[in-house]
């Protein structure tokens, strides 16, 4: 006798949108593939579409304004300064005066 392909071997399924891939990933198995067949969606992947949207939302809220990137001197959305942030670069500040004067003293 002949040899019949298999029922659920891919060569015996038709070529139907679905029917020749694996979980819509272009295998018709993952037998063979080195991968498990375990698909996983990019979740880092942002469409142009959604994007657009919520830029378009911002603009909305903004009052359409059309200033540029970042507007002619806004403060809108800007965040007011942490205090230890503030201190902590006075300090910084401080200590470089410091080092410069000692620097200069040291070259005397």
Known sequence: GGK??????????GSSAHGAMYNGIGLATPRGSGTSGHVQSNMGHVRAETARRRRDAVRRAQGGSQEGRWG??????AKRADPKVLAHDQRRRTE????????????Q
């Open 72 to 77: 002619a001197g806004s403060t809108a959305g």
């Open 4 to 13: 019949r392909a298999r029922r659920g071997h891919p060569a015996a399924r």
């Open 96 to 107: 470089l005066q410091l080092l410069q004067l000692r620097e200069r003293l040291a070259a």
